[in-house]
């Protein structure tokens, strides 16, 4: 029987609770859409004594843990929902509605004005549980379901908290309880009103989302509001701020307004006064040079002002989005190779709403050498557009480089201002050290370490110029751990080099623990070594029970320890979703190793260190006493590798003493055939490349086709073929010493295309292929794919509703740009055609278009592209690419992804998801009862079949990523633009063929090589 509320207890949570706690997790899988839980009572209790969440809640009933919620600081001056939990036999009574309450109350307590949580997009069953609870569903550019509450600071401010004495701030409230995000957007911002209701009086309050405060209050008492019309201002100028005052209670009447200058803004308002009964007031404030950057996640610099009603404040605000009149973003290749003609990208924007002459001023470098350092120019208003700049590098620099920029609009005085565009430019040679707005880096050659200065605070990202990432949290101190330089600044930063190795060391002082002074030392090598050492300046005696902690996390694939007289790997078919399962105490030698993709990470550390495991993060603790015995308070040194290493066995023996291991040299012979065109006749010549010198006599053999002669280099040999759609050569080469064998994959046109075209849909059909797509589709999907009459595609569902994680689920099959929201997306231009695209070898590909125009997405507003679905008559072989068909006017690289959901009742209970790794292992993932995802980087993947094998390739390694369980599966497969994408480039296509044998990357490789253009 479910308990009443009454029987309930929202208690902070106490070890005792731990062992129900773990049970509570681990019988929660079903309402995380198929996480897997791993908890024991040993599990809780070291992760709650490591937690830094400033509380953390359970809901029991005796000894029963029902739910459970912890809260801990996220962005500026906010608290984050992180967990939130109730066993799935007790959701639905009312136990997440009183763990969310208390979330609330203790967050006004701690007198924290704003409230978050994340959730996934599919977890709508919750949404209208938080949306009562006052949280607002916030439409966010990026891909997140963020929800963001403002009742704490609301209930805590000196003019409204008497209101809830009156008003219960929960049962009063009224709210709309849609599934879906929340405001109301009117000239440029976001409005989230609050409604209380009792008897005949009510309150109304409105936030504005930028500024995060309140722009209208409207109760029995009075009427107050603020308006500004600018969102996004333009620095330099003034701009106007309006009040209206209504006063319906004479203990009302009296009113002081106070500007508040901060951050950029510049606001000396002072009016104090009475409203009888109404006021209205105009002000004016002054934007002032930019201090830094900004996203949606910020908290915005505002017009701020302190309103005091009847000698009570509150603080209204209108958050501001200042531009520079023009902005400048530089970008580059990710590595660079010195002392050799470079490209560098200058991505100007207009900001003015006229049209204008600007002047760039660059200022001399000796190690970013440019062609031209001066510029002028005359841009459309609004008008964005990419200059290229050639330049030399002398070796890696973190570029900040002071551009003066001149402008005039329509003959008026030429004005002025400074530009700082940061870029990090990587050669194979060289280190260099600075700190700009936001963060500060040190770099040697092709690796750099970052800090960020500004939200999140004090994180470290150990990176390199293959795209590898350690992330590197701020230091902390417990036990329990508070998480208190997450949020706290660094008070200096200094810089030094010694050898070939540049060193960055960041002080602090605890305000937590008075009296406790340390610095973290980074020093990095340009060979991809990174040592981290921490320096005690001042312990006080209270502080040596203290333990010091440094989390480290990586990618966790290739995971290797060193387990006795064995090493322990984690293999690449179990899910690991935690560092945590695995017991650090069977660690027995001082190094970790990750390996992905064929790059690698190592960890080796001091024997003081205690390793742990927090969660999927590395952990080092180090007590405070036993640092204070050390060498001038040193710590030892954690010592992290990035490619370092061929293997684990070579950092063991580095770790242990050991000689770094040389990498594996091998040879190479390449049959080429038809000349690498993979679309052949009957017959087909075939040749055999030497791409290293070989002195030996060979053998080559076709069995199938019983062919056999001598191997002779760059000779051609006629071979007859079967006429089949899908054709494997398999040739084999035997030398003294050593045999090849080489398969290539071919394909036989035959027949025709036919397209059918009705009022509500365009179709095609290849005789093996069909495809069709619904001409008034609010999003441009395939909505049909079969093979042989076999469809493969789940059909899109009217309107396109939540399901699983996916809000829109789209069903069918869609190329959009990664980082599109699709309800954005939804509201922009399609429209469908047939087309075709030749390939270099002059075959003609037909099929599908859709053409989309983004207009709805800021970030890739004004993006035309287009995306095809082509084949050939009679093959199972289907092409898709995108054209760019208008750009951005913007460097930098895009990418699309192919996203597929599989038809539920023939597809989806008989089909795997597989993909082949680097050492040519497949490795599968069936349907199951719990949600599996998995992700990875590969040329090839496969959806398959009892008898026959989706394959989805393309030339290069990429992303690809699957979602699954016994009701959906959605595969992801992307492709990449060139650093700087114009109208007219057609992207990397991805190939998608049908096959009954096993095929792989190799095979393929003349039908990845294809190359489209427009007829």
């Not at 209108?318 to 660079?336: F, K, N």
């Not at 989309?852 to 095809?868: D, N």
Request: hydrophobic content about 40%; proline content about 5%; overall charge negative.
């Amino acid at each position: 029987m479910k308990p009443e509320l009454k029987d309930i207890l929202i208690c902070d949570y106490e070890p005792k609770y731990a062992a129900s706690l773990a049970t509570m997790w681990n019988t929660s899988t079903e309402g995380w859409n198929g996480h897997f839980f791993n908890y024991d009572e040993e599990k809780v209790l070291d992760e709650q004594q490591n937690s830094s969440a400033v509380a953390s809640y359970l809901a029991v009933k005796g000894d029963e843990v029902l739910g459970y919620v912890d809260i801990e600081p996220y962005l500026e001056n906010n608290m984050n929902i992180g967990m939130l939990n109730v066993l799935p036999a007790y959701r639905g009574t009312g136990v997440g509605k009183l763990l969310v309450q208390r979330c609330v109350l203790k967050t006004a307590e701690l007198g924290i004005p704003t409230l978050s949580l994340f959730t996934w997009a599919g977890n709508t069953k919750a949404v209208p549980l938080y949306k009562k609870c006052g949280f607002f569903w916030l439409n966010m550019q990026a891909s997140a379901t963020f929800l963001l509450n403002f009742l704490p600071g609301i209930m805590g401010s000196e003019v409204l908290r008497p209101y809830f004495e009156y008003f219960d701030w929960y049962s009063d409230f009224i709210r709309e309880l849609k599934v879906e995000p929340d405001g109301e957007d009117k000239e440029g911002f976001s409005y989230y009103t609050y409604l209380w209701r009792k008897g005949d009086k009510s309150l109304r309050v409105v936030v504005e989302r930028t500024s995060r405060a309140i722009v209208e209050i409207e109760s029995a008492d009075f009427h107050l509001s603020s308006r500004v019309q600018q969102a996004k201002p333009v620095f330099g100028d003034s701009f106007e701020i309006a009040y209206s005052y209504e006063c319906y209670n004479s203990a009302y009447q009296d009113l002081e307004i106070i500007g508040k200058s901060e951050h950029n803004i510049d606001f000396q308002l002072k009016y104090r006064g009475q409203a009888k009964p109404k006021l209205e007031l105009k002000a004016k404030y002054k934007i002032l040079a930019i201090e830094g950057k900004y996203s949606e996640w910020d908290v915005m610099p505002a017009v701020c002002s302190q309103v005091s009603i009847a000698n009570k404040a509150i603080i209204l605000g209108y958050g501001q989005d200042v531009q520079y009149p023009i902005g400048l973003e530089l970008t580059a290749q990710s590595l660079i190779r010195a002392d050799h003609p470079q490209t560098l990208y200058l991505n100007l924007c207009s900001n003015l709403k006229q049209a204008c002459k600007i002047r760039l001023a660059f200022p001399e470098d000796d190690r970013v050498r440019l062609s031209q350092r001066v510029y002028e120019l005359e841009l459309d208003a609004l008008e964005k557009r990419v200059l290229l700049v050639e330049f030399s590098l002398s070796g890696s620099v973190y570029y900040i480089p002071d551009v003066k920029v001149e402008f005039t609009v329509e003959n008026s005085a030429w004005h002025s201002f400074e530009l700082e565009p940061e870029l990090l430019l990587m050669a194979h040679r060289g280190t260099d050290a600075k700190r700009g707005k936001e963060q500060a880096r040190i770099v040697a050659a092709c690796h750099c370490l970052m800090l960020t200065i500004k939200d999140p605070k004090n994180m470290a990202f150990f990176t390199s110029a293959a795209n590898d990432w350690v992330r590197i949290h701020a230091t902390d101190f417990g036990r329990p751990f508070s998480g208190e330089f997450e949020t706290k600044e660094v008070s200096d930063i200094q810089f030094s080099h010694t050898g070939d190795a540049v060193q960055m060391e960041l002080f602090y002082e605890s305000t937590r623990h008075a009296g406790l002074k340390f610095s973290k030392i980074f020093c990095l090598y340009p060979s991809g070594e990174l040592q981290i050492q921490l320096c005690l300046q001042e312990i006080p005696e209270e502080a040596e029970t203290l333990c010091l902690r440094e989390l480290i996390a990586t990618f966790p694939e290739g995971f290797t320890y060193a387990k006795g007289d064995e090493l322990v790997r984690l293999d690449k078919d179990v899910d690991c979703d935690e560092l945590s399962d695995f017991d650090a105490k069977q660690v027995s030698e001082p190094w970790l190793y990750f390996e992905r993709n064929q790059r690698s990470t190592g960890i080796i550390w001091g024997e003081d260190w205690k390793l742990m495991f927090d969660s999927w993060q590395v952990a080092f603790e180090l007590d405070l006493a036993k640092l204070k015995s050390l060498p001038d308070m040193l710590s030892p040194a954690i010592t992290i590798y990035q490619n370092c290493f061929a293997s684990a066995h070579g950092l063991r023996k580095y770790a242990m003493g050991g000689d770094l291991d040389t990498l594996p040299k091998r040879l190479s012979v390449d049959i080429e055939i038809a000349g690498h065109n993979p679309v052949c006749e009957s017959a087909v010549e075939l040749k055999i490349v030497h791409h290293q010198k070989i002195h030996l006599k060979g053998k080559l053999k076709l069995p199938e086709q019983g062919f056999s002669a001598e191997a002779k280099a760059d000779k051609s040999y006629r071979i007859p073929l079967s006429p089949k759609a899908l054709i494997i050569v398999k040739a084999q080469l035997s030398y003294p010493g050593f045999d090849l064998e080489s398969k290539r994959l071919l394909i036989h046109p035959s027949g025709k295309i036919s397209f059918t075209e009705t009022a509500d849909a365009l179709s095609l059909d290849n005789g093996l292929i069909g495809l069709s797509a619904r001409l008034a589709n609010t999003l441009p999907l395939v909505s049909s794919f079969t093979f042989k009459g076999l469809e493969w595609l789940d059909p899109a569902p009217e309107g396109f509703a939540s399901r699983a994680t996916f809000n829109p689920y789209t069903g069918g099959m869609i190329l959009t740009p990664s980082y599109v929201k699709l309800r954005h997306f939804m509201q922009d231009k399609h429209s469908l055609k047939q087309g075709c695209l030749q390939d270099q070898f002059g075959n003609i590909w037909q099929g599908l278009v859709w053409e989309s125009e983004v207009s709805h997405f800021e970030p890739l507003k004004g993006l035309i592209y287009r995306q095809y679905y082509l084949t050939l008559p009679g093959v199972p072989v289907l092409l898709t690419a995108v054209e760019i068909v208008q750009d951005l006017g913007q460097a930098g690289y895009m990418s699309f992804g192919l996203q597929s959901f599989l038809e539920a009742q023939s597809i989806l209970p008989y089909v795997s998801y597989d993909f082949l790794d680097e050492s040519s292992k497949w490795h599968s993932c069936p349907p199951a009862e719990i949600r599996r995802d998995r992700s990875s980087v590969a040329t090839i993947s496969r959806l398959r079949m009892p008898k026959i094998s989706l394959y989805t390739m393309s030339l290069h390694k990429r992303a690809i990523s699957m979602s699954t369980t016994n009701e959906y599966h959605r595969t992801c497969d992307y492709t990449y633009s060139k650093l700087s994408p114009e109208a007219g480039d057609i992207l990397p296509n991805l190939i998608r063929l049908f096959s009954e044998e096993e095929i792989d990357d190799r095979m393929a490789q003349d039908l990845l090589n294809l190359r489209l253009k427009r007829v």
